[in-house]
């Protein structure tokens, strides 16, 4: 089960890893605005900066997951997986927000949400034993 944990994990990290890309790197971006539902420029240009700074709480999302991971793989599991959970936690909170507040972004949100969701479970499974 440990395995498993550390794939979804892994796996939630990298696609917070890549949100970051599109909300921080790559907002100007016409594939980044038609995935956000950004039509024009000046929309782009007016949610530039929130979406800069919204990338980057994705970034730490994956970076507190990935300390943990590492931590975990370092036998220091009971810290390992407070920040695992952390982690994951944040991003399956953050996916629900996403969802419940613009449901037409449903399959983002579930997209966010479903390899941490699936790290908790096989996390608490592992970690409780």
């Known amino acids: 089960m440990l395995l498993t944990t550390m794939i979804f994990a892994g796996l939630a ?11 921080s790197l790559r907002w100007d971006q ?15 240009a007016a949610t530039k900066p929130m979406a800069f700074n919204q990338g980057f709480y994705n970034l730490f999302l994956a970076i507190l997951t990935l300390t943990g991971m590492a931590f975990v793989l370092g036998s220091s599991t ?14 399956v909170a953050a996916g629900l927000v996403l969802l419940l507040s613009s449901p037409k972004l449903a399959r983002a949100a579930l997209t966010q949400l479903a390899a941490p969701a699936l790290a908790i479970i096989f996390g608490v499974i592992t970690f409780t034993r």
């Open 78 to 91: 009971t810290i390992g997986a407070t920040l695992i959970f952390a982690g994951t936690g944040s991003m």
């Open 13 to 23: 990290a990298v696609i917070h890893v890549y949100i970051f890309i599109l909300e």
């Open 30 to 44: 016409a594939s980044t605005r038609a995935a956000f539902g950004i039509h024009s420029d000046a929309e782009a």
